[in-house]
């Protein structure tokens, strides 16, 4: 009899959406040895891809923006309720709501092993001090009843423990949440002689860096007139987001032919294999995912030279780093990456050879195995 039926793992997230892109190898693979897998999530359209792995679906709705005490206490007790009913051996938690809720609560009620991973920092650490103040609190207070806090970046993890949030031994950096490079495989060979494609995949916000984006895609075709040069951009609008890059904003310079807005990709590979640069302009990240897709793709990746995104790519190996919020710099890079193919070719095959050896989803899901290890969990 298989001594795992009785553990049982919970992973709580902001949305199903996360989960399922990001965590379903490492949730499957707990399945697959007799764990019960419990999802705790809310309901989306990607809620149905858990269930169909079999995973046990919860919907609780940690809604993402503000706090009203009423709405939380709600949520708190329908999270009660689901760790005394599966009792969990481990509880990992993903976003700021979930890990500040779930931390107290699992810490209160249950002996489970607390896993938090912080997968960025987001608008939060820039929108100024009293929110950066108010984000660290809230993490000092949460992490510190956590067994083990996971970073996405050396960036975060630093960060951190300077401010004396987490300590180091209970501290570990698992770059990515790993990518199926298998479903991200290169492009065939583009036919010659037709406009470079240049694509930024990214939700419509102010700190992804998409006003960049547009003011060099403008700059190069200035340059480079004549349809030497296509831009598109492609992610879902969030106008409820306080840092909302309103479609609005976009239309003149889709009207002006600047950029084609393809809105949100159900499938990325197919859009990927399809150009010649990727363009990543953020402002910070936990370890930007799209830069993975695109290089798993054999494409070359401009972005940031900040947190997150600097260790998802290897610079002048693999793509291109450029300073942050300065539209410039990045039409200087584009331009110098579309008149160099072989650069291109070059990069694209190395950064495809890299992130296979080092971010997909079966190496991320074993760094992750190894930290449960760790903590005692048996497995």
């Not at 809310?42 to 269930?51: E, G, K, M, T």
């Not at 992804?208 to 296509?230: D, I, Q």
């Amino acid at each position: 009899m298989n001594n795992h039926h009785l553990n049982t793992a919970l992973f709580v997230a902001n949305r199903s959406f996360a989960l399922s892109q990001s965590r379903l190898s490492l949730m499957n693979y707990l399945k697959d040895i007799g764990w019960v897998v419990v999802a705790v999530a809310s309901s989306d359209s990607y809620s149905i891809r858990l269930i169909d792995c079999g995973i046990i679906f919860i919907d609780i709705n940690f809604n993402r923006y503000g706090v009203k005490f009423e709405r939380e206490y709600r949520t708190i007790l329908k999270l009660i309720n689901v760790i005394n009913k599966f009792k969990p051996k481990l509880i990992h938690q993903f976003n700021l709501k979930p890990i500040a809720i779930g931390s107290f609560v699992g810490r209160f009620i249950s002996d489970a092993k607390l896993v938090n991973t912080i997968t960025g920092l987001g608008y939060a650490i820039d929108s100024g001090y009293y929110k950066r103040l108010l984000l660290f609190t809230t993490y000092r207070l949460t992490l510190r009843m956590g067994h083990m806090t996971i970073f996405q970046n050396t960036d975060d993890m630093e960060l951190f423990v300077r401010e004396g949030i987490v300590k180091t031994e209970e501290s570990r950096i698992i770059k990515s949440s790993g990518i199926r490079t298998k479903n991200f495989t290169p492009k065939k060979e583009l036919p010659p002689n037709r406009p470079i494609k240049v694509l930024m995949i990214a939700r419509l916000l102010v700190q992804k860096g998409v006003k960049e984006f547009l003011e060099a895609a403008e700059l190069c075709k200035t340059v480079r007139p004549n349809g030497a040069v296509s831009f598109q951009i492609a992610g879902e609008s969030d106008p409820t987001h306080p840092d909302s890059v309103p479609i609005e904003y976009l239309q003149p310079y889709v009207d002006r032919g600047v950029v084609e807005y393809l809105g949100y990709l159900s499938d990325p590979a197919k859009v990927l294999r399809s150009v010649d640069i990727f363009v990543s302009p953020s402002y910070r990240e936990g370890m930007p995912r799209t830069n993975l897709e695109a290089a798993a793709c054999g494409v070359p990746v401009i972005t940031t030279d900040v947190a997150g995104c600097r260790e998802s790519i290897l610079n002048e190996v693999t793509g291109l780093l450029v300073p942050p919020r300065n539209a410039d710099a990045l039409a200087a890079s584009i331009l110098a990456l579309m008149d160099d193919s072989n650069r291109r070719a070059q990069m694209g095959q190395r950064g495809r050879e890299w992130v296979t050896k080092e971010f997909d989803e079966s190496v991320v899901t074993s760094r992750h195995l190894e930290v449960y290890r760790e903590l005692g969990l048996p497995l």
